[in-house]
């Protein structure tokens, strides 16, 4: 069974840091693209950051460019969102996800194949 595992989320002050991880199991991720989403309290779920299969192309949305990494682990099996200087307006539930078959880095929704329950992020004083 594929499972996509996220962990790391928490209250923080604004200005703080936060790492989430996400780790797969059930089968070999290193060859899947990867992404994290996120879903603000009352909004609809919107990009991150994604990774490509290979690991050598990353992108980022506009609002987080700067402030987050996204790495992956050698074995391709666990992800990372490193998340720096967070904001009141970064609260929100984050999903990570797995891209079977699309190249490069995949920024749509619609394209992932595999998602995690997400946890959640709360950015407040």
């Known amino acids: 069974q594929v499972q996509l595992v996220e962990s790391g989320g928490g209250l923080v002050q604004p200005g703080g840091s936060l790492r989430l991880s996400c780790a797969a199991s059930?089968?070999?991720?290193?060859?899947?693209?990867m992404g994290w989403f996120r879903q603000p309290p009352g909004k609809e779920r919107e990009f991150v950051a994604a990774i490509s299969r290979s690991g050598g192309s990353i992108g980022y949305a506009d609002s987080v460019k700067g402030r987050f990494t996204f790495s992956r682990d050698s074995a391709g099996n666990t992800v990372y969102l490193q998340m720096n200087s967070l904001k009141p307006e970064d609260t929100a539930v984050y999903y990570c996800a797995a891209a079977r078959g699309v190249p490069g880095t995949v920024v749509a929704a619609r394209d992932y194949d595999y998602w995690g329950q997400g946890t959640q992020v709360a950015v407040s004083s």
């Open positions: 059930g089968r070999t991720f290193s060859n899947y693209g």
